[in-house]
């Protein structure tokens, strides 16, 4: 079984800049997640999707940040425009309706410069 | 909302002495703890959970203690290999997010 993939691996931009991440989850998890984590501070929740609706996002910091899940499958979390405190490592994790264990993904390490 | 708090921040062990992680939550309604671990450069990785009806699940070296009452939790690792070093979450969760503890680097000394 594939896991949660996210692309890019890796994004540097600049200020007031436009960056797009994207996250493909595990096939079949309806529920995706995406987490954030600032400068080896703990892992931060930023909004959780089932299907293609929001269900929660609540940790979405400012509305210059836009996820969307078109279709129910894979997800983007786009940034417009980047700050220099948007820097971090952006992570995507799925899950199946039970038993509830969140997967994953390798993260996309975003620099705003 | 949920809060997290992780101890220690950092952690060196001999290798094939026993390290112990702590956390401690705030909102009596979670009921589900995972931990995770995360080596360098790659993805976190769900090592072991427990949920608030059992109060200590083991695997192999690896066991969590769950204290509803007092609201903390803790994960145990024995006989350390050096392959146990690197970042450890734990998590609460009461509806469907995570929130997550600040992390603990364990490091083990060969």
């Known amino acids: 079984e594939a896991g949660v993939t996210q692309f890019p691996s890796h994004s540097v931009i600049e200020k007031g800049q436009t960056v797009t991440l994207r996250c493909d989850p595990i096939?079949?998890?309806?529920?995706l997640y995406w987490y954030r984590r600032v400068m080896g501070k703990e892992i931060k929740f930023l909004l959780h999707?089932?299907?293609?609706?929001?269900?929660?996002e609540s940790g979405m910091p400012n509305n210059r940040f836009l996820a969307e899940r078109t279709g129910g499958t894979y997800s983007t979390l786009k940034v417009q425009p980047a700050e220099l405190e948007d820097s971090g490592v952006y992570f995507c994790?799925?899950?199946?309706?039970?038993?509830?264990?969140?997967?994953f993904g390798p993260g996309t390490r975003l620099t705003v410069t | 909302g949920e809060n997290v708090e992780q101890h220690p921040s950092t952690l060196s062990v001999q290798e094939g002495d026993s390290a112990v992680i702590k956390c401690t939550y705030s909102?009596?309604?979670?009921?589900?703890f995972p931990w995770y671990k995360q080596e360098l450069g790659k993805r976190p990785q769900l090592i072991i959970d427990?949920?608030?009806?059992?109060g200590e699940k083991k695997d192999q070296r690896i066991a969590v203690t769950l204290n509803k009452t007092a609201k903390h939790f803790s994960l145990h690792i024995t006989e350390t290999q050096p392959e146990d070093s690197a970042v450890y979450f734990c998590?609460?969760?009461?509806?469907?997010?995570?929130?997550f503890g600040t992390g603990t680097r364990l490091t083990i000394i060969p």
């Open positions: 994790a799925s899950s199946q309706d039970l038993p509830y264990e969140q997967y």
């Open positions: 096939s079949g998890h309806d529920n």
């Open positions: 999707f089932v299907k293609e609706s929001k269900q929660d």
């Open positions: 909102d009596s309604a979670s009921n589900y």
């Open positions: 427990i949920r608030s009806n059992v």
């Open positions: 998590a609460a969760r009461g509806g469907e997010k995570l929130t």
